[in-house]
């Protein structure tokens, strides 16, 4: 597959990629930055690419590797998904293996003879893998078309998935300084671009940065009062059988949420570092190879899943930074087809996290940066404004509207009001407990004191007598609750030591001295929720027609179309994605080709697919009439 000279690479890019593109993959034109970059790459340039999950990054290696003469190799740290990734190339028809501590000798021993052979167009290869003397001199010995340098942001060592393997492949570039590299990621800020172009010393490299825009995804946050029901109400009303990735902190958090949701009748697995090995691997291979299962996990889970039909992503408990949601967020939707990320967020997230990054390792840069994470994460949470703008501009992008009219903010827009008085009572409340009394105390004493309750501890401690006793009937729990995490958000209070107490901070003192106006945002009555009135199956069938974008007579064609492509993924022992991706069956259920020709043009359907699936699929076709 790999016979184009070096002689006039550039004048033969245009014309081989996309026949490449059309022949192998069944695409008839490339999407956004891909021509670029695979232009600069084919004609032997360097190039750092920042492009979201789901946008085609890896078309941007996979075309050079096939045009340019020799083996690509692909370095990455998903050893557990490498297998997938060589079953879905090798069932387009591309030469494709990898080697990683999964084989045994034997095995890495037949991937060496096809690599020095010739026999590759692409290699998989684990960073640690680089480090050994073994791995560098097998590769001089091979005719190498190009490096990618796969989940990039792994060298960032301020980046939310650092691995220190990641930091030697600076010897690439050292070693084959005439083998085009290409460095590429999902999502970095500017901070994390700039260390992956000087730690991978790629300072001459071409940099292209797509949008990071995922108009399919409709983000929404709602107030966390109940997780574990309002969960299985999302689940239930919006994507009943559906794929999806519940995420949680704590491996705790992770077994009694799919523990609950098995018992209620949703398909679940957990997945967290406390699991054995084999028990891991079990589950990440049902989710890649069954639909409509839930995976509930830690972020151990997720990067570099290429399951395309993901419909929804929860989080249970707040992500770390800015960059961890948008890459965990990312993982719905790789189709292009409507899907949910969907947040419960509550006063207790705020402290927890506070805490963690107090209390854990690291010096105090490490802490401050850790912080500075953390903020940008609230401030996404309280906005009023559009979240998927706020999301662009912390990745340095205008957004094209301030309105996207797919996230809960721009479709149920928020309603504000004037905290500061409120503001000044749980501050006063914070001081008058720390000077009259030496004392601090968390959220919970504090909205007892404000609203008058004469609890136990309140009479214990003599509360009832502080001046503040009171003063806060006017709002109920709830709604102290909310003013008590929008004041740690915006950092006008803090939380301190093992229990969470409450303390000012610098900024208190303008809000008590009335310097400083608080804005609020007010806290909803109920979660925003579905129509509770349309019964479930009604729902789930208008829900599949919307997500696959069908008319109603072809629904029944495309469910036959899943129903085979499930047999024969079973059948071959690889993910139902492999044979086909569901928006390649809509076209197909759209489109009701009659022969193979006509087959052959839909998107998604290259050569070998056409060749290996098409009688199966005109079957189908002839079954349904």
Known sequence: MSGISGVGMAEVVESDALRTLHRVFGYDAFRGEQEAIIEHVVAGGDAVVLMPTGGGKSLCYQIPALVRPGTGVVVSPLIALMQDQVDALRALGVRAGFMNSTQDFDERRVVEAELLAGEL?????APERLRLDTTLNLLSRAEISVFAIDEAHCVAQWGHDFRPDYLALSVLGERWPDVPRIALTATATDATH????????MQDAKHFVASFDRPNIQYRIVPKSDPKKQLLTFLKEEHDGDAGIVYCLSRRSVEQIAEFLSAHGVETVPYHAGLDAGTRARNQARFLREEGLVVVATIAFGMGIDKPDVRFVAHLDLPKSVEGYYQETGRAGRDGLPSTAWMAYGLQDVVQQRKLIQSGEGDEAFRRRSAAHLDAMLALCETVQCRRAQLLRYFGQDPTDASCGNCDTCLTPPETWDGTIAAQKVLSTVVRLKRERGQKFGTGQIVDILLGRKTAKVIQFDHDQLS???????????????VIRQLLAQDLLAVEGEYGT????????????????????????????????TPRGERKAKAVAAAADLPEEATPLFEALRAWRAEQAREQGVPAYVIFHDATLREIAVARPTTVAELGGISGVGEKKLATYGEGVLEVLAEQG
């Open 194 to 201: 700039r260390e992956i172009t000087q730690r991978l010393a």
């Open 502 to 533: 409450l303390v000012l901070t610098e900024a208190s003192a303008a809000v008590l001295g009335r310097q400083r106006d608080v804005p609020l945002r007010k806290e909803p009555k109920k979660p925003a929720g579905s129509a509770r009135s």
């Open 468 to 482: 503040v006793f009171g003063i806060g009937e006017e709002l109920g729990e709830p709604e102290w609750r909310g």
């Open 121 to 125: 167009d692409v290699l998989y290869l």
